[in-house]
């Protein structure tokens, strides 16, 4: 095995927090020419807000970060598959790039469910890699509702 990119290793940092947090543990980073722009954690319990996902943070804190809405020079590291709001997001966003690590058969909307980016309504398809950390992020996942049942 060699050793996950740095962008991966600190969503999955960003992950295991949102889990310590009493979080679902998803992490995300946005990525800018080698740079760290933006990292975001699960947390739509804390803030009481259920857009409150990994991905958006990031994105948030990136484009509040960066000035402007349009973040086509970036690219999005998240530890699970975007859902159907998040994959809009990275959409309108404009991301470059998407990498993710674990698929979520359950909510996923990449590789699953409505398979947002295949569709013809939308109009900004990222580069779409998948796979890298997978056996991490999805153990934490396991752990997560394993310790909660
Ligand atoms: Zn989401």
Redesign the pocket.
């Known amino acids: 095995m060699f050793p996950l990119p740095d962008p991966m290793r600190l969503a999955l940092d960003a992950a295991r927090q949102a889990g310590q947090a009493g979080e679902v543990p998803v992490g995300a980073v946005v990525m800018r020419q080698g740079e760290v722009i933006a990292t975001g954690a699960n947390a739509p319990r804390r803030l009481h807000d259920p857009t409150a ?1 990994a ?2 943070q990031a994105i948030r804190a990136a484009a509040a970060r960066l000035g402007r809405d349009r973040l086509e020079d970036c690219d999005l590291w998240v530890t699970l598959e ?2 159907a ?2 994959a809009g997001a990275i959409a309108h966003a404009r991301i470059a790039r998407l990498y993710y690590a674990a698929s979520d058969p359950k909510g996923g909307a990449v590789e699953h469910g409505p398979r947002f980016f295949a569709q013809p309504t939308c109009h900004h398809r990222p580069d779409i890699y998948s796979g890298m950390g997978e056996g991490e992020a999805a153990g934490l996942l396991r752990d997560f509702f394993t310790a909660r049942r």
């Open positions: 996902h991905e958006i975007p859902c709001m998040c």
